[in-house]
């Protein structure tokens, strides 16, 4: 038989497959219902303590106005962190190898597994803001600036996602995987999330406030509440440059994997 009689496999196209693979990992967090609800319990916990305990202390009226943005993105830091240990999974309890066999694109796994947290964090950060609008958050946006703030923090939770899933394909196990995660979740201290940078010392004020949490947090604070210049281009910059620089790992270690 030769290779124009064979038969041609359908619906293995990357659409067909990555659809599957984006239920796949959809119903993988449906059934770990206790990751999905510690998803949105500890930012609403975290919004909670800050608006509650600590904000007296910070701003004398109008924190929670302050602190949402940051709690949106210490939100999606959350959300996003279990993709390390998904993927890792995959790759090491022999499911990867299984898809290999399959006449599918082995990328259109970590597409599944990265489009699926994509939705999963866009839902848990919506009660978020819910929550707050409950608690006393009062932004000023309109239309046009709450689709920017959409379009933010998509951009970022991609990034902050592809990133754990490059984790998760380097790390030696799950455990370690959720531990190297672990350290990207003290980005949002490390800037004007929670704080002011003004009350900060001089020498961690730079850091704060050009990592990329610092510019993200600012932009979306301003866009929310205003009483500041809206700078879009530092955190849209941040954030491709993330997701494209954690495509080239993945990339790089898929290609090593497959030649094993």
């Not at 993709?83 to 090491?92: F, M, S, T, W």
């Not at 947290?117 to 848990?124: D, G, H, K, P």
Request: hydrophobic content about 55%; aromatic content about 8%.
């Amino acid at each position: 038989m030769t290779a124009l009689d064979a038969p041609r496999v359908r619906g293995t196209g990357p659409l067909r497959s990555g659809t599957v693979l984006i239920g796949r990992s959809l119903r993988h967090s449906l059934r770990d219902g206790e990751g999905l609800v510690m998803a949105v319990a500890l930012p609403v916990m975290m919004l909670l303590l800050f608006t509650y305990v600590f904000g007296g202390a910070i701003l004398d009226d109008g924190y929670i106005d302050f602190v949402v943005p940051g709690v949106i993105l210490t939100c999606a830091g959350f959300g996003a962190s279990s993709v390390a240990v998904a993927v890792n999974r995959d790759l090491h309890l022999g499911a990867m190898r299984r898809f290999r066999t399959l006449p599918i694109r082995s990328w259109t796994v970590l597409v599944g597994h990265v489009a699926a947290s994509v939705l999963r964090n866009l839902l848990a950060t919506a009660i978020v803001i819910a929550v707050a609008l409950a608690l006393g958050f009062r932004p000023t946006a309109g239309p046009g600036r709450w689709a920017l703030v959409v379009i933010l923090v998509a951009l970022w939770i991609l990034a902050i996602t592809a990133l754990f899933a490059g984790i998760g394909m380097i790390a030696g196990s799950p455990e370690a995987a959720s531990g190297y995660g672990f350290v990207l979740l003290f980005l949002p201290y490390l800037s004007s999330a929670f704080v002011p940078t003004e009350t900060m010392p001089s020498w961690l004020r730079p850091v704060a406030e050009h990592q990329p949490m610092g510019p993200l947090v600012d932009a979306l604070r301003a866009l929310l509440i205003g009483g500041a210049v809206v700078q879009l281009l530092p955190p849209i910059l941040w954030s491709l440059g993330i997701t494209a620089a954690a495509g080239v790992l993945v990339t790089q270690v898929l290609r090593r994997s497959q030649d094993r």
